[in-house]
């Protein structure tokens, strides 16, 4: 019985299919690594990293650091502020968080 040698064709076919295989595992790590990085921020503050805790001033829901004091509206928000009939209502809730950053017990 011999045992042929493969061709070079072969040796090419299995080259490239190797080589997709590879790009395609790649290509899956990057995704699955950008995925993590975008949910291990999920709750965060973006100017310091601690926990973002959610409150409602007005009915418009906002998340506020508890640390640096930073508040954040999501895209929701920012429309139902716009789309308020009130149009002191801007006003009001940012008098409301400003009362909210001021008082005693807040860490910073």
């Known amino acids: 019985m011999t045992i042929e ?8 076919y299995f080259a490239r299919q190797d ?22 921020h999920v709750g965060k503050c973006p100017r ?8 409602r001033y007005h009915e418009i829901p906002v998340q506020r650091c508890g640390q640096c004091g930073g508040v954040f509206l999501d895209s929701a928000a920012l429309e139902r502020l716009a789309g308020h009939h009130d149009p002191g209502i801007l006003g009001r809730v940012f008098a409301d968080l400003s009362k909210a950053l001021q008082a005693p017990g807040r860490h910073t």
């Open 48 to 55: 310091c990293g601690h926990d973002l805790h959610d409150e």
């Open 5 to 12: 040698k493969p061709s070079k064709n072969e040796d090419e």
């Open 19 to 40: 080589a997709e295989l590879i790009r395609k595992e790649r290509d899956s790590i990057a995704i699955r690594a950008d995925d993590d990085a975008r949910h291990s």
